[in-house]
Every structure is written in C-alpha cells, then in structure tokens.
C-alpha cells in the first residue's frame, strides 16, 4: 500500500483515489502520524501532499524528520516538496506572486518518476512561496517558466518531489507520473479491488454489531442505499432504516424510496414527515454554513426521536464518502474548511450511539462498483449525487414553501430532460439552483418581474474537482424553454460556466 500524509491540500484524498485507480490500495494519514503507526501498516512508499500553509512560517506542519531514514520512498507533492527540500538544508523563499492555473514543465534530466514521458508537457500549479536553493545530494529534473526547480529528486535516498499536482486532471501524464512512483520507484503490487471489499465489510458489520440492532438513515443515494444493504445482509432485520422527509427533497422522493426500499428490497423503514419542522427553523435564515448547521441539528433530533422508539439500537451507519471528510472539519490534516457536512462528524456523540461507516474510506466510483455486485436497480446506483442539506443549499437565500416549490419544479423537468436525452448518465451532477434575484421579463407581451434559474452541469469522476459539461445547445435551450414555460415564478435560465476549483460544484 501507499501512504499519504495530509498537509491539508483540497487534492489529498484526489491523491488516493488515483492510486487506487492503480488497483493499489493507499490510506490517508495526519501529516503528524506517529512512525510506528506508519509502519505497521508495511506500506511501499509515501506521499506528502500539498498544503495551504507556507514552509517558511513559524508553525508550518511537519512530518517526523525520522520518516525519511526509513529507506522507504518519498513523493513530495507542492508544500510536501518543499518540506522535504526544507528538511535537509534547501531554501524556500517566500513568492513575489501565487502561480495558480496551468503551466509548461519541461524534463531536464531522465528520471524513474517521468518515465515515457515526452520532453515537455503541461501541469497544474498552486502555489506561492518556491525553492531558491536545492539541498545537498539532489539535482533538478524539471522547469517551468516561472519555476527553476519544478521537480527534484535525490535518487540515492528514494526522495522525490514535484511542485505541481499531479493528481488532478489538469496534469498532463499526472496519473503516469504516479503510476512510475508507485511502480518503477515503490515496487508496490496491484492488490486492491472494490470488489473484495463487500465481502470483507459484511464479514466485519456482523462480527462487530453481534445481537444489537442499528439505525440507519436512508436516503436513496447510492451511499446509503450501499451502507443499508450492506448491512442488511449482515444483520438483516436488526437493522431499520429511517427515511426523514425534511421537505427539503426532490419532486416525489418519499414515494420512489417506499417502492424500491419497502416493497422490492423488503426493508424495515420508518417513514418521518418532519417537513414543518425544518421550514419553522429555516424561516428568515440565509447564511449557507446557518443553513447547513440548522438542517442538521435538526435531523440529529429528528433522527433521535425516532430512533429511541426502537429496543435495543446500538449502532448508527452512515454512507460517509471519503470527499465528505475531506470537505468537512479537518479531522485528519490541517484543511481548510469548505463547507460542512452534516453526515460527518457529531451525530454518535449527542446520540449515544457507536458509529458505523463502512464507505468512510472510498469514493463514489467505488461504491457504484459495490452497488452493481449488490444488485441494487441501476436507477440508485447511477442516481446523481443530491447533497445531505436538499434543496436549501440550492436556494440562494431564505428558503420558503414557495421557493421549494419553484426549485423542486424546475429540477424535475431538468432531470427529465436530461435522461431522456441520455446525457444525466453521462455527467457527473446536473441540478438547478433557484437565485435571490429576480429580473425583467416578457410573457405574452407583458412585463414580467420574476425569479432567475441557474442550471447546473458537470462533469467529473470524484467530485473533488469538475469541469462544467459541454452540454449541446439544443439541449439546454429545451430545458430553458420548458421551465419558464411550465414554472410559474421563473422568467429567466442561466447557465453556470465555472468549473472546480476556483468554484464547488454547489452553490452553498
């Protein structure tokens, strides 16, 4: 396996998921990991990722200097290059400006890390402060424009460093750059599958639940349609699912989870109307992080309530993904927080009950994987993701009723056009999001004065970065066309052109 130590660049787990790609499996640890808990688990290599704090500040984060004389190989990515370089005596300086974006690095000198590459190729940068002088023992194996030590290595020692990102989509012959860390430089072996892992897992659920019984939130999302059948074929009626209507939910979602989950599957489920709950708490609140934090109280005394009518619950699973922790509080590395999820973190503490989630450590690819094994119906395991907070991250401003309704209309007929043209199973998201402005219209020769619809559509393999789709014209004039038609309080479509980063793919 590989190991990653996260200095909290949003790319850590992006780092992950590539190697994985490799079949190779790797594990995300705190910058800060203890040597011994390093080494127990054999790895064949490690990564350092990057990070948004600077080497050169006061209390910049570093690994255990002893973590480079343990003859294993070393990938410094970005900040991680510049640790190792700052580590045995380099100099990094503080930049004169932030290269951010794309830029040409040209191979000075053959090395096992740019392997069958071509003499020059484009990479993704980002970063500010830059290495001046190189430390004794290494030599300089690449250049950009801006950058005279773009990459490094110190072959003798298996240190390698690169000061751009290779793990994003952005790099070219990034994910090769990898494979020949990993490979030509690591010897790692290709043994990990999302195959395997299903089994394992229900082996591990039975083992730890033994007679008790476990709730679960429902959704039907693959995450937690995967986490409950999961652990339905583990325990079987020891589980019940809990299915919250939040009123926060797309066009007919209590009606689509009650056919798949109750009548097909056969699963316990307690259905929750708490609509009323959460629009009394949501009144007058704008603020996204407010919004978020608000909706999961909340579904945490919701969810409680329910909960405690049921004997003998000692478990609470959720379908927790790997961009979910990453996203949320840094539990693991210094991360900056983006935005809060209300599935990570707090649930089991203010509930008295042990947490269990079996996807914590994989991606959304991965658990679609499971979910084909499972046999689950290609409607869940292909769904597009909807985020845990619903339709109020998707209404700029206060949420009421009547934006609901407007929202929850205008997403439905862009879901419907997009699978009827084929184009919802090829991207990665597509929603609308109902804007806190209205413009000037006319209908039928009228003024209008009414709400604008931003259509949102990406394209993306893990959610951690996405590029908005290049969705034909006439699809999108279809779509356009139908909701300011068929939505009354809608006058004008606009589409969001951003991809991410500099934007998230959500709006809140």
């Given at each position: 396996m590989i190991i990653i130590l996260d200095f909290g660049s949003q790319y850590t787990h992006l780092i992950a998921r590539r190697i994985r790609e490799m079949n190779v499996f790797s594990e995300v640890l705190p910058y800060n990991a203890d040597i011994a808990d390093i080494l127990k688990k054999e790895p064949s290599g490690i990564i350092l990722s990057g990070g948004p704090a600077s080497v050169v500040s006061k209390n910049a984060p570093t690994c255990d200097s002893y973590l480079f004389n343990l003859g294993l190989p070393v990938l410094g990515i970005c900040y991680g290059m510049q640790l190792i370089a700052r580590v045995f005596g380099g100099v990094v300086v503080k930049g004169t400006f932030r290269e951010y974006g794309k830029s040409e690095t040209t191979i000075d000198?053959?090395?096992?890390?740019?392997?069958?590459?071509?003499?020059?190729?484009?990479?993704?940068?980002?970063?500010?402060?830059?290495?001046?002088?190189?430390?004794?023992?290494?030599?300089?194996?690449?250049?950009?424009?801006?950058i005279y030590y773009a990459a490094i290595e110190n072959s003798n020692r298996g240190l390698y460093g690169v000061q751009f990102h290779p793990e994003v989509v952005h790099t070219e012959f990034g994910k090769k750059i990898l494979e020949n860390f990993v490979f030509r430089v690591t010897k790692?072996?290709?043994?990990?599958?999302?195959?395997?892992?299903?089994?394992?897992?229900?082996?591990?659920?039975?083992?730890?639940?033994?007679?008790?019984?476990?709730?679960?939130?429902?959704?039907?999302?693959?995450?937690?349609?995967?986490?409950?059948?999961?652990?339905?074929?583990?325990?079987?009626?020891?589980?019940?699912?809990?299915?919250?209507?939040?009123?926060?939910?797309?066009?007919?979602?209590?009606?689509?989870?009650?056919?798949?989950?109750?009548?097909?599957?056969?699963?316990?489920?307690?259905?929750?109307?708490?609509?009323?709950?959460?629009?009394?708490?949501?009144?007058?609140?704008?603020?996204?992080?407010?919004?978020?934090?608000?909706?999961?109280?909340?579904?945490?005394?919701?969810?409680?309530?329910?909960?405690?009518?049921?004997?003998?619950?000692?478990?609470?699973?959720?379908?927790?993904?790997?961009?979910d922790v990453i996203e949320?509080?840094?539990?693991?590395?210094?991360?900056?927080?983006?935005?809060?999820?209300?599935?990570?973190?707090?649930?089991?503490?203010?509930?008295?009950?042990?947490?269990?989630?079996?996807?914590?450590?994989?991606?959304?690819?991965?658990?679609?994987?499971?979910?084909?094994?499972?046999?689950?119906?290609?409607?869940?395991?292909?769904?597009?993701?909807?985020?845990?907070?619903?339709?109020?991250i998707r209404i700029i401003g206060e949420v009421t009723e009547e934006r609901l309704r407007i929202l929850r209309k205008a997403d439905w007929i862009l879901i419907d056009e997009m699978k009827k043209t084929g184009y919802y199973y090829k991207v990665w998201q597509s929603f609308a999001v109902l804007i806190s402005v209205k413009t000037v219209g006319v209908m039928g020769d009228e003024r209008t004065y009414e709400n604008v619809v931003a259509i949102r559509i990406v394209e993306s393999t893990d959610g951690m970065t996405a590029d908005f789709a290049k969705v034909p014209?006439?699809?999108?004039?279809?779509?356009?066309?139908?909701?300011?038609?068929?939505?009354k309080g809608i006058n004008r479509v606009v589409y969001d052109i951003t991809s991410k980063p500099p934007a998230t793919i959500e709006w809140e």
């Open positions: 000198k053959k090395s096992p890390l740019f392997y069958k590459l071509p003499k020059s190729f484009c990479v993704w940068m980002s970063h500010s402060d830059r290495l001046k002088k190189l430390p004794k023992g290494f030599v300089k194996i690449a250049h950009t424009k801006n790692a072996k290709k043994n990990w599958n999302p195959q395997s892992f299903a089994k394992s897992t229900i082996k591990d659920i039975r083992k730890t639940v033994k007679s008790s019984k476990v709730v679960c939130g429902i959704s039907g999302g693959v995450d937690s349609s995967v986490t409950a059948v999961l652990l339905n074929k583990a325990i079987g009626r020891k589980l019940v699912a809990i299915f919250v209507d939040n009123g926060l939910l797309r066009e007919d979602e209590r009606q689509r989870i009650e056919s798949i989950f109750k009548k097909k599957l056969k699963f316990v489920i307690h259905f929750v109307d708490a609509k009323n709950i959460f629009l009394e708490r949501l009144k007058g609140v704008v603020d996204p992080e407010k919004k978020r934090k608000i909706i999961g109280s909340a579904f945490i005394g919701v969810f409680e309530s329910e909960a405690k009518k049921i004997k003998n619950v000692k478990f609470l699973a959720q379908g927790t993904l790997y961009p949320s509080l840094s539990v693991k590395g210094p991360s900056s927080t983006i935005k809060s999820h209300h599935n990570v973190g707090g649930l089991p503490e203010k509930m008295g009950f042990k947490l269990i989630e079996p996807l914590r450590y994989l991606f959304k690819d991965e658990v679609r994987i499971i979910a084909k094994q499972l046999g689950l119906p290609d409607e869940i395991i292909y769904r597009q993701p909807f985020p845990g907070p619903g339709l109020a014209y006439e699809i999108l004039e279809k779509i356009s066309t139908r909701i300011v038609n068929e939505v």
